[in-house]
């Protein structure tokens, strides 16, 4: 998911995002340590994803954009 998309997100479904892809993050952590993991670079993406997510919500509480 883009910036620009994430952007486009209420701060609601925002959250809902922010949750789901800490669930998944989890899920991708418990494959990696069961051996089930077959791409291992989804992890940094899912962390990426999560850390763009945040950092939209907190321009938004500050009123940045």
């Not at 486009?8 to 990696?32: I, R, T």
Request: glycine residues 4%; without cysteine.
């Amino acid at each position: 998911m883009k910036t620009s998309e994430i952007r486009a997100l209420s701060a609601e479904e925002m959250k809902k995002q922010l949750a789901d892809s800490g669930k998944e993050l989890l899920d991708l952590h418990f494959k990696l340590a069961t051996k089930q993991l077959v791409n291992h670079r989804e992890i940094p993406a899912v962390r990426r994803k999560i850390a763009r997510i945040k950092t939209v919500l907190r321009e938004k509480e500050l009123g940045i954009r």
